[in-house]
């Protein structure tokens, strides 16, 4: 249920996911630190009973009119570019796979730590809740990304590693895979909750969009998808 939040610096209402419940985070409009109320502490305002009550400043206008929320859709430049490298990405897989050597042994590693942070920015974008307080933009953005991208490169490095523990050189099977996934997953779904604050729904998700593209890119070259 969301909490009511009324900034101690411009008086601006509005609302956050309960998840921030007892935590501090920046005004989405003056930056000012926020001590967010617990449920418990809050205090409901029901709407008045005129549109027109409610305290004025000294030009007549609403003085506690709620703001707009901040909305985090990648700019036109970056989705182009985005889009540019897709499609560069996706030409670089379908040559390696009409190669008669295939893919060099350093074009799968270097290309998960690439795709990483870039993915992970990507889809900080579109899975935030609006609920949120301000988002994250910027340096800031970009930094989150390239440790949360780092960590889901290193899960395929993981993964390897712990397919070789368990079961040795033998050919990858489904009944195997599915046994470490839950694991892959629950790291990688924690990655993102404590990169970008996401939820759980879509921390899981954000994980998933990088292993999907990064599955799908294998399958093009010709490679096993795991």
Known sequence: MPIQVVCPGCHARF?????????????????AVIQVPTADDQVVIHEPEHSEAGARSATGAHALKPIERLETE????????????????????VVFRFSETGPPRLVLPLGA?????????FGYGF???EEDLAPFEGVSRWVRAIICGGVY?????????????????????VQNVVFLAPVIALIG???AYFSFDLDLGNSFFHFALYMFVT???????????V
């Open 127 to 129: 899975l935030r809740n």
């Open 74 to 93: 990648p700019p036109q430049l970056a989705v182009a570019a985005g889009i540019g490298i897709s499609l560069l990405v996706l030409l670089i897989a």
């Open 113 to 121: 730590v690439v795709l990483g942070p870039l993915l992970a920015w």
């Open 189 to 191: 779904a924690a990655t």
């Open 215 to 225: 599955m799908i890119l294998r399958l093009v070259m010709g490679l096993p998808a």
């Open 15 to 31: 609302k956050v996911s309960d998840k921030f419940a007892g935590k501090k985070g920046p005004c989405p409009k003056c930056k």
């Open 153 to 173: 490169a290193g899960l395929w490095l993981l993964f390897s590693y712990l397919y070789t523990t368990f079961f040795g050189a033998a050919p990858v099977a």
